[in-house]
């Protein structure tokens, strides 16, 4: 035998196992009715990147529906039973698999099939005779670019989480808050159903990070979510309104319930500390209700202002209470 120099062997095998072998171990559909093919495309796949095979396009989709999506999937266009376009159909049309990319292997008398199914969505082609160092090239091609943009949107996916939702109690924020509130009054006006507010305020919080520190206080915080979270129904919508200020959005909910959810809320606050880093900190909520009611308070808003001057009655009253604001009126609930 010939023996290369270590530089050269190394050479050849970046050229044949990594310059196209991103990501590694992908799997590969291969769906191909003739035999011989579909074994020579996969012995030459094989080098590189996980093979399945399947010989018709029933079998294609049984593959997916018991392992899952491939990371990518080369089909012959004809096929008895069905084309390649068929399953390329069916492959667009399933959320699971809609952006698995997808090449056709067309014979070259196919050139207005390969037209139509490009514009169905396939990413690219290939003809027979199949050419391996330029079939290999497309896939790394269409392999690298499906990552990339799962990636992004997976990015896009934690940017939309941090951009809703609160970063310390993992409740929603004040932007979503303002955005639920805005279409739950909507809802409720055009439909005349009721929809009631609260504003929570953990009193004298100040004092609990003066004394027992802002860690402490950040722990409050969440375990407070956590006390209040199992009061309320899946409909209710808990938003952090900003500093040691929550809102509670109850959809379907008239004054009597949400003044007996509000009761609760203050109770389960008040009876057991908070618990800190071995500190039992003891914490209090003020908490002001207000409803959608026909001519008063139809705008968020409003809805927001009078639940704001029910809280501050509910503070100014000695805090550790609750306040509806009721009719226009504000009153201390028992």
């Not at 439909?191 to 609260?198: D, E, F, M, R, V």
């Not at 375990?223 to 899946?234: A, E, G, I, K």
Request: aromatic share 6%.
């Amino acid at each position: 035998r010939c023996r290369l120099p270590p530089g050269h062997r190394l050479r050849l095998q970046a050229r044949d196992g990594g310059m196209f072998s991103s990501p590694k171990r992908a799997r590969v559909l291969v769906v191909e009715d003739d035999p011989m093919l579909r074994e020579t495309m996969a012995i030459l796949l094989r080098r590189q990147w996980e093979v399945v095979t399947a010989e018709n396009i029933e079998q294609a989709w049984q593959h997916i529906e018991r392992h899952g999506p491939p990371n990518i999937i080369l089909s012959d266009i004809s096929m008895p039973g069905g084309s390649g376009l068929d399953l390329l159909t069916r492959v667009r049309a399933d959320e699971r698999t809609r952006l698995v990319p997808f090449i056709l292997v067309s014979a070259v008398s196919e050139t207005e099939t390969v037209v139509k199914g490009l514009e169905m969505g396939a990413n690219d082609y290939v003809t027979k005779p199949i050419n391996p160092p330029v079939l290999q090239a497309r896939m790394t091609t269409h392999l690298r670019a499906s990552e990339l943009q799962r990636r992004l949107e997976r990015q896009n996916a934690l940017l939309a989480r941090l951009a809703a939702f609160d970063d310390l109690t993992g409740v929603y924020n004040r932007r979503s808050m303002d955005s639920a509130l805005e279409a739950e009054v909507a809802r409720c006006i055009r439909y005349h159903h009721p929809l009631a507010l609260l504003l929570l305020d953990l009193d004298h919080f100040k004092r609990v990070n003066d004394t027992y520190g802002h860690a402490a206080g950040d722990d409050v915080l969440r375990r407070f979510v956590q006390r209040v979270t199992p009061v309320l129904r899946t409909t209710d919508i808990l938003c952090r309104y900003g500093g040691e200020e929550f809102c509670v959005i109850m959809p379907e909910t008239c004054q009597s319930s949400a003044s007996r959810v509000a009761h609760r809320i203050r109770h389960l606050v008040e009876e057991e500390p908070f618990e800190s880093d071995g500190f039992r900190i003891p914490v209090t909520v003020s908490i002001g209700v207000a409803c959608l009611l026909p001519g008063f308070a139809e705008s968020p808003d409003a809805l927001l202002e009078h639940a704001d001057l029910a809280l501050y009655e509910a503070k100014s009253k000695g805090r550790n209470r609750v306040v509806v604001c009721c009719d226009g009126g504000l009153q201390v609930s028992n």
